[in-house]
């Protein structure tokens, strides 16, 4: 055996671990930040939200299948945004408790995205809920209000064209004309019509009987520099709150122009989510009249943030195959704008119909269509990577069978968490300080061999978990410290059989050099054994816990991965290399203990039983 090559591989990893700790993995800043692991809430603080689900999208209270199914996508939203290790729980039977490590973020986005629908654009407007005239639209496409999300150009929707710009024309009936009288209260009211009409009642009383009559008559977004007298009428509907304007009918939340976005925005959740109703929705400060939802989040099969032939991020958008049929049906619509339903302050730069992605309540998204797409399709603009991933994260993630709304958001201190991470630390400190002080004490100088493998242990754990923190988003939390803790009493079983089965060969009358490699074969198989079983409970319990929990069996699968690495590539050459010293040989010295003298006053005791006998 040659120990310098395992030594030599075990340098080699050193120092390519520490080269991806210092230079890759996306290392910035100081050589004390770059060594900075990435802490969990428990120890450098964070933020939790609590979100209590009120109904299912058919308006049921929900099911424990429902909460559990709005839990993983939640989680699944969340992870896609680069959170690391958050802890997503269900609480009782109505809420989900959302706890997030490091600085601290507003998380009400998370949770409301209750429906995920695709809306035709059919006509804009000003969304400032001023009752100043606004601008006079233009068919030049450029006049339209919707920035991209990254503040660059329009987003748009392409693919390869299927060619058929005719087509398949939906039916008259099927789109409703924007400039259609506003429907009776009954004609647009959710399921509950008795409540919508009781609630409209009470707006219609709060802001009065003649702005309640000027709002309904008007047919268009009303306009202040021909009547000016309507300013003062609709005045009223300013004061309303989110939930009130809620209850407007779809064609008054339009025209009014003192109904704004900031109170659109803030509408209860799901307040939108009949597909079969016309909606208006604002991005970046329009007021858009959108469409009947003729694609829903359920017939999304996939979305992801890559880059295309040009280096621009994009979102790649893939369809089930009887959603895809309804998105090609869509994009023929507008990107023929049939009927011209789609009004021009509505139209994209090239004059064809927007498709707006709608969360909720809100517009994610409104990109101009460039085609008919027939298959998958992308949705282009001046992204970044950060704009797109959190787009695909909503188209992949946006469909919750259960509505939400926010109970309590609360920003956790780091105070205690710094507590924790000391008290943490003592606690490993301490424990592997008394492994050191037993190992000298007992076996002297194979003390080193064990104080030496815990710390390069230990500086490879560290390093792991530094580098597996920047490429995976691994969390050390309190938990994954106990872990680390446990992790010390596997790798001192380790010592303890290779050594005492080394005491054995020795007892047997072989010299320390030739015991050494005997030892090694029988204690490995015992060493791997254990190990293993470790490593398994650890695989076990990270598949089937959730939070902290698999944080901690990460941390001890992780440690006693890498203490099996230290075991074959470090103590079994380290003692192979010390049986070749005379310091090894003596009793005082090596830690052999009784072994060695044993071996060497055997010669001097008489073996001959006849002369007991005589």
């Avoid at 203490?563 to 009793?587: K, Q």
């Avoid at 009784?594 to 006053?601: D, G, I, K, Q, S």
Wanted: aromatic residues 6%; charged residues 20%; proline residues 7%.
């Amino acid at each position: 055996m040659r120990p310098g090559r395992q030594l030599a591989v075990l340098g080699i990893i050193f120092v390519v671990l520490y080269l991806l700790v210092f230079f890759a993995g996306g290392a910035s800043g100081g050589w004390k930040d770059r060594l900075e692991p990435r802490l969990g809430l428990d120890l450098v603080g964070g933020t939790r939200l609590t979100l209590e689900a009120t109904n299912t999208v058919d308006g049921r209270p929900p099911t424990s299948e429902n909460l559990e199914e709005a839990r993983q996508i939640i989680e699944s939203r969340v992870n896609a945004y680069g959170v690391a290790e958050a802890e997503v729980v269900t609480e009782g039977d109505r809420n989900i408790v959302i706890s997030l490590p490091g600085e601290n973020r507003d998380l009400t986005d998370v949770g409301s995205a209750a429906e995920l629908r695709f809306r035709k654009v059919l006509k804009a407007a000003d969304g400032s809920g001023t009752i100043a005239p606004p601008p006079a639209a233009t068919p030049n496409p450029s006049g339209s209000p919707a920035p991209s999300p990254s503040g660059g150009t329009e987003p748009e929707v392409t693919s390869s064209p299927s060619g058929g710009q005719g087509g398949m024309a939906p039916t008259p009936d099927a789109t409703p004309t924007p400039s259609a009288p506003a429907p009776s209260p009954s004609a647009s009211a959710a399921p509950e019509t008795q409540t919508i009409e009781q609630q409209r009642q009470a707006v219609q009383q709060k802001v009065g009987a003649e702005a309640w009559q000027a709002a309904n008559a008007l047919q268009a977004p009303a306009d202040l520099a021909t009547d000016p007298s309507l300013a003062e009428k609709l005045a009223p509907f300013a004061e309303l709150t989110p939930r009130e304007v809620a209850v407007l009918p779809v064609p008054v939340q339009f025209n009014v122009p003192t109904v704004g976005c900031a109170q659109l925005d803030e509408r209860p959740p799901a307040s939108i989510k009949d597909e079969n109703q016309q909606a208006v929705a604002c991005e970046a400060g329009a007021k858009y009249l959108l469409d009947q939802a003729k694609v829903l989040g359920t017939d999304v099969s996939g979305a992801s943030a890559v880059m295309d032939q040009t280096s621009q991020w994009v979102v790649s958008l893939d369809f089930k195959s009887g959603g895809q049929e309804k998105w090609t049906e869509l994009t023929r619509e507008s990107f023929n704008n049939t009927g011209q339903a789609c009004d021009a302050s509505a139209l994209g730069q090239d004059g064809k119909c927007r498709v707006a992605v709608v969360l909720d309540n809100r517009i994610v998204s409104a990109p101009e269509i460039q085609g008919v797409l027939t298959g998958s399709s992308q949705i282009t603009g001046n992204f970044t990577q950060a704009a797109a991933s959190e787009l695909a994260g909503n188209l992949r993630y946006g469909a919750l069978p259960v509505t939400f709304e926010e109970q309590e958001q609360q920003n956790v201190t780091a105070t205690l968490g710094e507590s924790h991470l000391r008290a943490g630390l003592l606690a490993a400190g301490i424990g592997m300080l008394l492994v050191v002080i037993y190992s000298f004490f007992y076996y002297r100088l194979l003390g080193s061999v064990i104080f030496l493998s815990l710390v390069l242990s230990a500086l490879l754990l560290f390093g792991a978990i530094v580098f597996l923190g920047r490429q995976i988003g691994f969390t050390l939390t309190l938990a994954g410290i106990a872990g680390i803790i446990v992790s010390l009493g596997v790798a001192a079983d380790s010592f303890v059989i290779y050594f005492e089965r080394l005491k054995d060969e020795i007892r047997e009358g072989r010299s320390p050099r030739s015991a050494v490699p005997r030892a090694w074969t029988r204690a490995r198989r015992t060493i791997i054994s254990a190990n293993a079983i470790t490593l398994m409970s650890a695989v076990v319990l990270y598949v089937v816990s959730v939070g902290t929990v698999k944080g901690f069996a990460f941390a001890l699968g992780l440690a006693t991965v890498l203490d099996l690495l230290v075991v074959f590539l470090f103590r079994h050459p380290i003692m192979t290399m010390f049986a070749r010293t005379r310091a090894f040989l003596s009793p005082r010295v090596s830690g052999l203990g009784r072994a060695l003298p044993a071996r060497t006053e055997q010669p001097a005791k008489p073996r001959n039983q006849r002369v007991k006998e005589a």
